[in-house]
């Protein structure tokens, strides 16, 4: 399913635009890529406030549309990283601010309802 008018995320503080993502029953901290496959088109899951995303094909900042496999492959995104809603997500400590992490919920409704 195509997310619109469109889902996003921050990670390392470049856009990256989520074309096709399908929700799925997982769980773990909001925002942190908790597991990924390269082969093939591939796919990297998101966890969410509520359930978790499994992310398909993505646009990053600058690029042309992309599978998740090729995202992966070329090591930009890795399980553990955390994908954020804000520029501003990363706190100067290093930690991570909670009020940005990427909570997902709105698309994760949208998806149910289709």
């Known amino acids: 399913m195509t997310p619109i008018p469109g889902a996003f995320a921050y990670h390392n503080g470049k856009m990256l635009k989520i074309c096709k993502a ?14 990924a496959d390269a082969t093939g088109e591939g796919y990297f899951t998101i966890a969410c406030g509520e359930g978790a995303l499994k992310v398909l094909s993505v646009i990053p900042e600058g690029k042309g549309r992309m599978s ?44 149910k309802e289709k």
């Open 22 to 35: 399908l929700p799925i029953d997982a769980h773990g901290e909001a925002g942190r890529v908790i597991d």
């Open 68 to 111: 998740a496999g090729d995202l992966l492959r070329g090591r930009k995104l890795a399980v553990g990283d955390i994908l954020a809603y804000s520029q501003k997500a990363v706190s100067e400590e290093g930690g991570m601010d909670r009020r940005f992490t990427f909570a997902g919920g709105e698309y994760f409704e949208r998806m």
